[in-house]
């Protein structure tokens, strides 16, 4: 067969080692899908695969062993699945229309563990819609408090879930729970005062463990939701690094505004001759420095007034 690889990887299929076969990668943003879109996925694996399924590390599905002249049918039996996601389409009934920005990933947020300060899959989905199709490779996670079980820090942005604990005194009873919990599980941010707990401002990293351990609700979540955004983790070959704090105490509108001003800065920026037309955002960073990708990416963002934007951000990791 005469077959573009180009497109083969734009639609969401890989190209895989045995000749003449490829694999179906669905995307599944925020890790959650309803269970009858197991039901079509088992079809395609059992009907046009090899009959098994990959779960990958991004929280997607691949169905391994599909021959290139079945992936027409493959894309028809998947509608479904992408429409009933959500997932923009340029062409319905033709498939991904694009394979660069990677499944958005999160833990499984407050719909069902006690210490999320957010919906990760709802916020998951919303990101979907803004950024989705994009051929540039971007990784997204989201995880709903410092607990970071989905280890966002791995990733180009990596967005952590935070409250800001607010407190009714006449609640209190003094029990001094909230301060154990707070200095055995989290950093210590609160101290006693005339028999009542108080919170370091600066110290206090919105975790919410006071909010969980206080048996009498005097600690309760703010209305508003806020986040810790970390930037340009990466594992591979060269230079694997931990992302860091760019902005405490984030809304998720601004969260939104800085990695679509991030495409326009890779857009402007990125090496075309890089290996697979492919360059790490924070490879990018590297060449153009950090006051240059801050520039574009804060470009019309409006900040909450409690944001504290991290200066200057320098990044370690190994060096080869």
């Not at 943003?29 to 991004?58: M, S």
């Not at 959500?86 to 394979?99: F, L, R, V």
Request: aromatic share 10%; proline share 5%.
């Amino acid at each position: 067969m005469d077959i573009n690889t180009k497109e083969v990887i734009k639609n969401a299929f890989r190209v895989t080692k045995a000749r003449g076969l490829t694999a179906s990668r669905i995307r599944v943003p925020g890790g959650h899908l309803k269970a009858e879109y197991l039901e079509i996925i088992h079809q395609i694996a059992r009907e046009y695969g090899n009959g098994t399924v990959h779960l990958t590390a991004r929280q997607g599905f691949e169905v391994p062993g599909i021959r290139f002249e079945d992936m027409p049918l493959v894309k028809e039996l998947l509608q479904p699945v992408i429409a009933g996601m959500g997932i923009n389409q340029t062409e319905p009934g033709q498939g991904y229309p694009a394979a660069g920005t990677r499944n958005i990933t999160a833990c499984i947020g407050n719909r069902v563990c006690p210490y999320a300060c957010y919906d990760t899959t709802a916020f998951a989905q919303r990101l979907e819609k803004a950024v989705f199709p994009n051929n540039l490779h971007f990784k997204i996670a989201l995880t709903g408090c410092p607990n970071d079980c989905t280890k966002v820090r791995m990733h180009d942005f990596g967005i952590i879930g935070m409250t800001l604990p607010q407190f009714e005194p006449e609640r209190c009873v003094t029990c001094r729970a909230c301060i154990h919990n707070c200095r055995k599980k989290s950093v210590g941010a609160l101290s006693e005062i005339n028999y009542r707990p108080a919170r370091n401002e600066e110290k206090c990293i919105g975790c919410g463990e006071c909010i969980v351990s206080c048996p009498m609700a005097a600690w309760t979540r703010s209305r508003e939701k806020y986040y810790r955004l970390t930037l340009f983790g990466r594992t591979g070959r060269r230079n694997p690094r931990l992302g860091v704090d760019f902005i405490k105490w984030i809304d998720e509108d601004s969260i939104i505004k800085i990695i679509l001003n991030t495409y326009d800065y890779v857009e402007k920026y990125i090496d075309l001759n890089a290996p697979g037309g492919k360059e790490h955002i924070g490879y990018i960073v590297d060449r153009t420095g950090f006051a240059e990708y801050q520039k574009w990416a804060l470009r019309d963002v409006r900040l909450p007034a409690i944001a504290e934007v991290t200066q200057p951000v320098y990044w370690g990791g190994l060096k080869y």
